[in-house]
């Protein structure tokens, strides 16, 4: 059974359309597929959401719908992963190695973590998929994805 780490980047892919929404509605509809991240998304993905909220992108009251359902699917759908302070003292490490932004680093050590049980990262960041590859890790971008 295939386990898909999603990080924010590929989350908010879920919640709001853009490039490679269909690729993560596929992942999420995958009833052989394991979904897991770290608790920290669920405050990205606030912070993410909202910051479309202030653009102009979503209504307030989409926002708050939208939380609602996230909410709901990350507590029924995914495996959520607490930080804990090997996270944070792997994730120092990793800023300095890969020059990471924090966020992707916290995620990156988590990902870590859990390496031996074969996870695939789903991000959009290209700067996290550089680093995660140098780690041994795979990783699967939506918005490149194209089927068969």
């Given at each position: 059974m ?10 908010v892919k ?22 897991v ?17 202030q653009?102009?992108a ?7 719908q ?23 003292r ?7 190695q ?13 990902i ?15 700067r996290?998929?550089?680093a ?16 068969a």
């Open positions: 295939p386990l898909f780490y999603v990080d924010t980047s590929a989350l879920r919640y709001h359309v853009e490039l490679g929404s269909d690729q993560v509605d596929r992942l999420f509809a995958d009833p052989a597929a394991s979904l991240t770290a608790n920290l998304a669920i405050t990205e993905l606030t912070s993410a959401l909202d910051r479309k909220c653009d102009g979503l209504t307030r009251e989409g926002l708050t939208i939380l609602a359902v996230a909410a709901q699917d990350l507590l029924a759908e995914f495996w959520l992963l607490e930080l804990d302070r090997a996270h944070i792997r994730s120092q490490h990793l800023i300095l890969h020059h990471l932004r924090t966020l992707d680093a916290l995620h990156l050590a988590v870590l973590s859990i390496k031996e049980l074969h996870p695939v990262l789903v991000s959009a960041d290209a996290l998929f550089q995660a590859d140098r780690e041994g890790i795979e990783f699967f971008n939506p918005e490149t994805f194209r089927p």
